[in-house]
């Protein structure tokens, strides 16, 4: 499949459940933009420049993926980049009716905006940033949970200190 998708989120922080999306759609698309952003129903921990710099960080290993920040609404947002094809995750049936109706909401602002979506990797239906937040703050292993380059910067954040109480 040809063209420009985005892919938009908190990544506040990015998973390796977010990290295979990317790479699945870089697969798909000629180019992808993952565009950070703010959801006003979440405290991010992180800034939005610690986000977008993680994001990079990960993301530089795929030559067509591109990293953005935005504070529009995702609709916008793709209208200003010319992009027709907005990419999101669905890792349950819960993900599947929120997400059909932001589709339809996001259609609705930009007639020109299709949605296109990919299922989670088994192995990451039960990760969230959430989840990964909460299991830093306990100072758990986060190597099965996020991209190896930016534990450090979670458990310096988030954890204690770096210290880890995991055996």
Do not use: W
């Not at 993301?59 to 920040?69: G, I, Q, T």
């Not at 940033?129 to 930016?150: C, H, N, Q």
């Amino acid at each position: 499949m040809n063209g420009l998708a985005v892919y938009p989120g908190t990544f506040d922080p990015i998973t390796l459940g977010h990290l295979n999306l990317i790479k699945r759609a870089a697969l798909v698309f000629d180019h992808v933009i993952v565009c950070v952003g703010n959801n006003s129903n979440k405290k991010a921990a992180f800034t939005m420049e610690e986000r977008v710099a993680q994001v990079k960080k990960v993301c530089s290993r795929f030559p067509n993926v591109e990293v953005d920040y935005s504070e529009k609404l995702v609709a916008d947002y793709c209208r200003s980049k010319g992009a027709k094809i907005l990419v999101r995750g669905l890792r349950a049936l819960s993900d599947f009716e929120y997400e059909c109706q932001m589709a339809n909401f996001n259609r609705k602002m930009n007639p020109e905006l299709d949605t296109f979506f990919l299922v989670a990797d088994s192995k990451y239906t039960y990760l969230s940033s959430t989840a990964v937040k909460e299991m830093a703050r306990y100072g758990a292993d986060l190597s099965e949970f996020v991209p190896r380059e930016i534990i450090h910067e979670i458990e310096e954040k988030i954890g204690n200190g770096g210290k880890s109480y995991a055996r």
